[in-house]
């Protein structure tokens, strides 16, 4: 495994960037829309074993990573639902690391989870591409943060959080299951 890699953030902290070009966006889109494919293909051979693997010691396995963007990406899709429908809305952050704990993310079949991954991002990528201008600059407040995000700048969060746990994912893969991972602190 290389070791100059920072294991946490393997391609790097999350990025913000509010006013992206528009092939920037389209290449978000395109990471969003290409995701559940790409990482059916990367898992699709893994043993149980392997599904327990983990990225780094103290990170989730496989398994919790692919059942964390099922989670994840639902709640994004559906803070975009409300950005659209609602003025500036205040959504409901939640405990990714306690959800990574429950049982559905525990479970070594992962099947039901890349199927909705798969479902969410065909619906997720149709409602990004038929956005305009005054959508994409639409808001919600993030309590967490004590800030408002525009939905083309969460595009961009969410392209960077696909390749992000591909990224944890190809690791545990090269680690072959020399790290032993716990909850993530």
């Known amino acids: 495994m290389n070791s100059t890699i920072n294991l946490r953030f393997p391609i ?7 006013h992206p070009t528009s092939a920037q966006l389209e290449q978000w889109i395109l990471t969003i829309e290409q995701f559940s494919s790409t990482l059916q293909e990367v898992v699709k051979d893994l043993s149980v ?16 990573l692919v059942h964390h963007c099922a989670d994840s990406h639902m709640n994004s899709f559906i803070r975009f639902k409300l950005a659209l429908t609602e003025e500036a809305p205040a959504i409901r952050p939640y ?23 798969r479902a969410l991002h065909r619906k997720w990528v149709k409602l990004l591409k038929s956005l305009n201008q005054e959508e994409l600059n639409r808001t919600f407040v993030h309590p967490e ?41």
């Open 12 to 18: 790097g902290e999350m990025p913000s960037e509010k």
């Open 49 to 64: 074993d392997q599904l327990n693997w983990c990225y780094r010691a103290g990170g989730w396995s496989i398994k919790q």
């Open 95 to 117: 405990f990714e690391d306690r959800w990574a704990e429950l049982s559905d993310s525990l479970d070594d079949n992962i099947e039901d989870s890349l199927l909705l991954l």
């Open 145 to 185: 943060h004590g800030t408002s995000f525009s939905l083309v700048e969460n595009i961009g969060i969410y392209a960077w959080h696909c390749n992000h746990h591909l990224a944890h994912v190809r690791l545990a893969i090269e680690a072959e299951g020399k790290l032993r991972g716990r909850p993530y602190l």
